[in-house]
């Protein structure tokens, strides 16, 4: 047993996670998508259309997945996403003859590095010079967005998330969020953490160090009233007061679906110049967002 063989390029394939899509799409790869998980919390419409039309096969939830309707498929391969690498249903399925294989783009701790994983999707359709291609002029429009941000004297202070039941999830300074932040040219409290994932907050910690941050992003709500229902003391940050919150629901379905998790992963550039544009408005007085909404 020398490793995993798998025969390129991939014909029939399977995938477990909506982030996949966008490099798939990005390469021009959609037409091997046989099977999918939780097609109805895909956002992009070509790959629900095909759903719909019975092309693309629901191969259930992505944590307990439909082996029979898999097998049944029997794709080349099925792209998992690493963090469900000792799910049972997936040891399952490595003991058939269906090559898995393990994307962890979620461990990376900036956006680009998780965009640059376009190369190993391309690298199973023999498209790794167009993946290259993608991923630099990428990478050259989020640095030159850097570039403006670089050397501002005045960073605004930022916040994110919500109150959810009694914890409040913040980004710790080495996590993908906490990076975006910074390129963005927002003053963070916690920029100098050095944990990459996210930091359980209590309400009291938020309102002693965020009760007065100029921009809250990354709101779950929908409008100020909802964000209020939710929790009362939403109401007491400076950035409820002056209405500079935002969300990133702006490209979602009535299912759940939102392009944030696919587009916005592969695209760390316009996610960037969403951020700057209400950060520092002047900087891009043309941009229209693309993920993110004001809340009214």
Known sequence: NNGLKVRVPLQKTALSSSTHVAFHKQLNQTTPIKGICSPHLIYDEQIRQLHSEGKITD???????????????????????????????????????IPVIHTI??????????????????????????????????????????????SLQHKPTIMSGGNFRGTWYMPAGNNYMGQLFHDAGADYYYAQNQQSGSLPLTIEEVMA?????????????????ELELMDSKHTLFKAFKEKKIYNFNKRTTPQGANDFWELGLAR????????????????????????????Q
């Open 59 to 97: 191969l259930g939830d992505a944590l307990q997945l439909n082996i029979e309707a898999t097998l049944h498929l029997m794709p080349d391969a099925f792209i998992a996403v690493g963090y469900n690498s000792t799910d049972p249903s997936i040891s399952q399925l490595q003991k058939t003859n």
């Open 105 to 150: 783009e979620w461990m990376e701790n900036s956006l680009l590095a998780r965009a640059e994983w376009i190369k190993f999707i391309a690298a199973f359709y023999c498209q790794d010079s167009i993946a290259n291609n993608i991923f630099q002029n990428i990478e050259t429009n989020y640095n030159q967005l850097t570039q403006l941000t670089h």
């Open 209 to 225: 160090h965020f009760a007065n941050a100029d921009v809250w992003v990354g709101s779950s709500a929908n409008s100020l009233h």
């Open 268 to 295: 760390p550039d316009l996610l960037l110049a969403d951020l700057i544009s209400i950060l520092h408005p002047d900087l891009l007085p043309n941009h229209n967002t693309i993920f993110t909404t004001q809340l």
